[in-house]
């Protein structure tokens, strides 16, 4: 069941006016946190990423995904790949119940193993989109940081190394009679999660047992928080399940997922447990450790859904 009522929406500007406009951003601050305790998602507007910067990416994606096969597989990840997921293009594995195609992209001081030399501008484009989407999660983090009472620059410190981020243009398949899943339900098992799409839509969100309808807005980013938040505030935060619903036509879209690194230890803050007299509800793990069960997800698709692992495989 699809409803119609819209994403919160988080004006951003007051925290690009030199800092001057403190009543705007404690109002711009409350709203993320609302928006994140209830929905854990909201669109962010007013966010310092240029709109003709986000067309152009669009429309050079575009472009790429309609080259022939062969063309594309010219970028395919080179075997042996050091890097924690192997950058380049790929489509999702056919026993996969997800129907897209991807480029991954990682921080451009790694880049892809080969550039495309198609569309022209398709690589200046995509390093343009991931500095200014770095740099939104970092601020993001740090309204986060304030949202969730911590001590200043906590998250910061704790989440300093961004060589684990990563970003993704994808394109969705046209839906047919039979099928018409573009990716499957799922939470971000990430930090933050940034997203904007062309006009056809498609993502929706799970809240109260409805599908939200997250609606392509021009010049807007969908942001939701992932798995990593929603532990470390002891559920205080929420790390939503969406998914993407396939229409008659091709969907492209940019995720950019703001990470931590691997070897991180990932559990319940005190903030959220013993400073306020509550048991946590996770054990802590490796942060590692969580991603190479998720990929497993995707690699080796369990035969019964409840078997999938989620984050409640650390519930205690």
């Known amino acids: 069941m699809a409803v119609t009522d819209a994403l919160p929406i988080v004006d951003l500007a007051p925290f690009f006016a ?95 193993n080969v550039y495309p030399t198609e569309p022209a501008g398709f690589r200046e484009a995509v390093e343009e989109c991931y500095g200014k989407l770095t740099e939104l999660g970092l601020r993001i983090q740090e309204i986060l940081n304030e949202c969730m009472g911590l001590p200043p620059g906590f998250l910061k410190d704790y989440n300093s190394d961004r060589g684990f981020d990563f970003m993704a243009a994808l394109r969705y398949f046209q839906a047919t009679a039979a099928e018409n899943n573009g990716l499957s339900e799922h939470e971000d098992g990430n930090c933050i999660t940034f997203v904007f799409q062309d006009g056809v839509g498609g993502l929706e969100v799970l809240k109260d047992g409805d599908w939200v309808p997250a609606e392509p807005v021009d010049g807007s980013i969908i942001v939701n928080i992932g798995d990593v938040i929603q532990v470390l505030s002891n559920n205080k935060l929420k790390s939503a399940t969406h998914r993407v619903v396939r229409k008659p036509v091709h969907r492209h879209s940019f995720a950019f997922f703001f990470n931590i690194h691997g070897d991180k230890w990932v559990e319940p803050l005190p903030e959220f447990t013993a400073k306020i007299g509550e048991a946590p509800r996770y054990r802590g793990f490796l942060f590692r450790e969580y991603q190479q069960l998720r990929m497993r997800n995707k690699t080796h698709p369990p035969s019964r859904p409840e078997d999938v692992v989620h984050i409640t495989h650390y519930a205690t």
């Not at 109002?27 to 986000?54: I, Q, S």
């Open 18 to 112: 030199g800092g001057d406009d403190k009543g705007g951003m404690a109002r711009a601050t409350e709203a993320v946190r609302e928006a994140c305790r209830t929905h854990g998602f909201f669109r962010a507007v007013n966010h310092g990423v240029p709109d003709e910067l986000m067309a152009r990416a669009l429309e050079l994606s575009a472009a790429f995904f309609a080259l022939p096969n062969e063309e594309k597989a010219k970028i395919r990840p080179v075997e042996g790949s050091k890097a924690p997921l192997p950058a380049g293009y790929a489509r999702q594995p056919m026993h996969s119940a997800d129907k897209n195609e991807y480029v991954l992209v990682f921080d451009p001081r790694l880049g892809f």
